[in-house]
């Protein structure tokens, strides 16, 4: 039996899934190699911890692909958990779809099926977990206690914190999750307001320095990797000029050098939340419910 333990929740055990295999589906980038370090973190964690058989990693975007990796699943059983933030058009069309579980613009399929001598479990994705709400709040909180203004931290309730999201039109779920912790950061009343934002959707990005209503502003992208949208896309739509960014991630600085002041406030712009270190026991929770 392997033992971890979960953001808040002490202690549990996990059971060992020596006859299956993890495979864990990551976005992947073409352009930044840093995109796929999340998926790569935690795979070798779950490895180290020895609770299955056997561990795959594979991309949307990059190689390993999806469409090839059960291939080299090999144990009677496979568990499929995407690390991704949200139900929708990559979990229940693309990734389904690259695996043979579903057709092409299918929704609606088995999340458990039988190949031959092999079951597949299609697990829910990281970011619908309960836990995440905790790890926006302590992102946000952290970020402002590391990098005071010259006249100290703001307390949370003096914040205005923006939870940042993808958004697309191709599924309406893509939104849900960012919605949804929105709701449940504001019933903790520890932030003065709180607010979810998109990069192609309404509310932009952009539009937080309208809709903020304190002069404090905390940005936490809820992105599984950093990469092009959370080093370079969400700065320049906070307001720094597209070149300014560019040379300090040619530099090896901080995109965005915390706090910076922008439209008479203070704003505040955190890591993506896909280094968590207690995301390995979220991915067993998730194999759990399928189990």
Known sequence: MAVCRSAGEGLKVATSYQDATLVLVGHGSTINADSAAP??????????????????????????????VLRGAWLPRVFVVPLFI?????????????????????????RVQQRG?????YCGPVGTHDSMTGVLERRAVDIVRQHPTPSGAPRPGEV????????????????????????LLRGTGRFHDVHGVFMEEDPRIGDCH???????????????????????DIPVMLGEPVETVQARLRSGQP????????HD????????????PHLPDVILERVAERA
């Open 39 to 68: 998926t790569h973190q935690h795979a070798d964690e779950l490895r180290r911890r020895g609770v299955f058989g056997q561990v795959l990693e594979c991309f949307w975007k990059q190689e390993p692909g999806i469409s090839g």
């Open 86 to 110: 949200s139900e929708g058009y990559f979990t229940e069309e693309v990734i389904p779809r690259e695996l043979g579980l579903c057709q092409t613009g299918e929704t609606d399929f088995p």
């Open 117 to 121: 001598g092999q079951k597949i479990h």
């Open 160 to 183: 205005s914190l923006f939870i940042a999201g993808h958004g697309t039109g191709n599924n309406e779920k893509s939104r849900q999750a960012i919605e949804r912790q929105v709701t």
């Open 210 to 232: 309208a809709l903020a209503q304190t002069g404090n502003i905390v940005m936490v992208p809820f992105f599984i990797s950093d990469g092009l949208h959370s080093f370079e």
């Open 255 to 262: 995109t965005w050098p915390n706090p910076m002041r922008k």
């Open 265 to 276: 406030r203070w704003v505040w712009y955190s890591r993506s939340i896909g280094n968590e």
